[in-house]
């Protein structure tokens, strides 16, 4: 019953077309963030990139956006348009056992960049 008035509320107050999806790495509209994690450290950035060339897109370069490494160093996150959000969870379920990819719900903790 809650549902159908919400559901209600929603078209009376002219509020009933889909919310666009937001990235949760930097709350921008149209985004998805895609969370990549491997079983070694990381030690740079191009190790993330050629997962991402392996595994996702085989030109990413327009579609990558904000990449930052986690705090452990054993993953990265990053955000890509939500037209790609289908592409990237095919990508989940044929990356292997070296390579975890997903959309997260929530980010892992993030390494702080130095001033």
């Keep these: 019953t809650v549902d159908i008035l919400a559901r209600a509320l929603a078209v009376i107050s ?3 077309r889909k919310l666009a999806s937001r990235s949760i790495l930097t709350s ?3 985004f998805v963030t895609v969370y990549v994690r491997g079983k070694q450290n990381i030690r ?3 190790y993330v990139w050629n997962i991402i060339r392996r595994h996702i897109f085989d030109q990413p370069d327009d579609k990558v956006r904000a990449m930052k490494l986690t705090k452990d160093r ?3 996150v990053f955000e890509v348009p939500s037209k790609y959000e289908k592409q990237v969870l095919a990508a989940a379920e044929k990356a292997g056992p ?6 997260p719900t929530e980010l892992p903790e993030l390494e702080e960049r130095e001033a």
Excluded at 98 to 103: C, G, L, N, T
Aim: proline letters at 0%; a neutral charge.
């Design 14 to 16: 002219g509020h009933t």
């Design 28 to 30: 921008s509209k149209g």
């Design 44 to 46: 740079s950035m191009t």
């Design 74 to 76: 054993y993953g990265a």
């Design 98 to 103: 070296y390579v975890e990819i997903s959309v």
